[in-house]
Nanobody
């Protein structure tokens, strides 16, 4: 059974930084190939914001975070990170990591099989 455990969320002032981590276990080969970060604010859709392949050679970002957030991975530890800089109040959300991509649109929730519990990020102005 795949398990994803997220950490690193918290409350920060606008302009601050946070580093999220997600440690995985029980992965299949396919689970190890691709990882992603999603976020979801109350009443909003859960949307993908950052994607990475197994060796970090391929990354994608949503326009809302491009240039501010950086996704990285440590394959030996089955861990993915999200460095978040220049945080804005609009970044306030629950942040989730996921694995088990089916190869379709990466930023759509339904295309990922395995999910962490989420970690809350709150950015105040």
């Amino acid at each position: 059974q795949v398990q994803l455990v997220e950490s690193g969320g918290g409350s920060v002032q606008a302009g601050g930084s946070l580093r999220l981590s997600c440690v995985g276990s029980g992965f299949t080969y396919a689970d190890r190939k691709w990882r992603v970060w999603f976020r979801q604010a109350p009443g909003e859709e859960r949307d993908g914001i950052a994607f990475i392949n197994f060796d970090g050679s391929l990354t994608f970002y949503d326009d809302s975070v491009k240039g501010r957030f950086t996704i990285s991975q440590d394959s030996a530890k089955n861990t993915v990170h999200l460095q978040m800089n220049s945080l804005k109040p609009e970044d306030t959300a629950m942040y989730y990591c996921a694995s088990g991509w089916n190869g379709h649109t990466w930023y759509h929730r339904q295309n990922w099989d395995n999910w962490g519990q989420g970690t809350q990020v709150t950015v105040s102005s």
